[in-house]
Nanobody
Framework: VQLQASGGGLVHAGGSLRLSCATSGSIFGANVMAWYRQAPGKQREFVAFIISNGAANYADTVKGRFTISRDNAKKLMYLQMSSLKPEDTAVYYC?????????WGQGTQVTVSS
């Protein structure tokens, strides 16, 4: 299983970005996909997750501003980020969890300028 995150970039505060995570390999029907982020000097933190049936949950810090979604047929996951803040600056990673194994993508940089 491989994951490839993309869509990061530089945006002004208040702006929007959409991240994508493409998956390949043996993806089973029952799985959980998630976004995490890691800011410089900080630990990696949870952002949002979405399970196979579309149910999702968010960290309090992004609730109401970010939307996670997935296209199971295309093996893609998205993170629509709006009302971005400088504190959202981080490397964003996607993760797939299935059959007790976690798979990580390589990360994409999001920088929000004030």
């Amino acid at each position: 299983v491989q994951l490839q995150a993309s869509g990061g970039g530089l945006v002004h505060a208040g702006g929007s970005l959409r991240l994508s995570c493409a998956t390949s390999g043996s993806i089973f029907g029952a799985n959980v996909m998630a976004w995490y982020r890691q800011a410089p000097g900080k630990q990696r933190e949870f952002v949002a997750f979405i399970i196979s049936n579309g149910a999702a949950n968010y960290a309090d810090t992004v609730k109401g501003r970010f939307t996670i979604s997935r296209d199971n047929a295309k093996k893609l996951m998205y993170l629509q980020m709006s009302s971005l803040k400088p504190e959202d600056t981080a490397v964003y990673y996607c993760k797939l969890s299935q059959r007790s194994v976690d798979y990580w993508g390589q990360g994409t940089q999001v920088t929000v300028s004030s």
